[in-house]
């Protein structure tokens, strides 16, 4: 979690106080809490080698970047999609790969992944609801 650079997602405003156990709003969304993503990412119990779904979650998915071999994030929101791609690319990140859509549809042409981290807190889970 330390190697991702929290303040390059925040808003220029709130740069100073990116690296707080905060959620932060961005482009409408939010960047969830640190701790909360910790967590979760914790209770994968990942090896290294995972392809992981994350969705949506454009930090914490940098940050997962750093722990296994691929990751898959979608963003509803296409302009946070475009700006996320940049970034990744931007930080040299080669693993993470960004799609612009509803993530209740998944992404069928990367299935199947080894775990899924979501970040969101959606209203229904599909094909549970």
Same mark, same amino acid.
Do not use: C
């Given at each position: 979690?330390?190697?991702?650079?929290?303040?390059?997602?925040?808003?220029?405003?709130?740069?100073? $106080?990116?690296?707080?156990?905060?959620?932060?709003?961005? #482009?409408?969304? /939010?960047?969830?809490?640190?701790?909360?993503?910790?967590?979760? /990412?914790?209770?994968?119990?990942?090896?290294?080698?995972?392809?992981?779904?994350?969705?949506? #979650?454009?930090? $914490? #998915? $940098?940050?997962?970047?750093?722990?296994?071999?691929?990751?898959? /994030?979608?963003?509803?929101v296409e302009t946070l999609a475009t700006s996320a791609r940049k970034l990744f690319l931007q930080m040299g990140y080669q693993n993470?790969?960004?799609?612009?859509?509803?993530?209740?549809? #998944?992404?069928?042409?990367?299935?199947?992944?080894?775990?899924?981290?979501?970040?969101?807190?959606?209203?229904?889970?599909?094909?549970? $609801?």
């Open positions: 979690m330390s190697k991702v650079e929290r303040h390059l997602f925040v808003p220029k405003e709130l740069q100073p $106080s990116a690296y707080a156990d905060n959620p932060f709003p961005w #482009g409408g969304q /939010t960047i969830s809490q640190p701790y909360i993503v910790a967590l979760m /990412t914790e209770l994968l119990e990942l090896k290294g080698e995972e392809k992981v779904w994350n969705g949506p #979650g454009q930090l $914490s #998915g $940098s940050h997962l970047a750093e722990l296994v071999k691929e990751v898959y /994030t979608i963003e509803i993470i790969h960004v799609k612009a859509g509803d993530g209740y549809a #998944g992404w069928p042409e990367v299935a199947p992944v080894d775990a899924i981290i979501v970040t969101a807190a959606p209203d229904h889970i599909p094909g549970l $609801s």
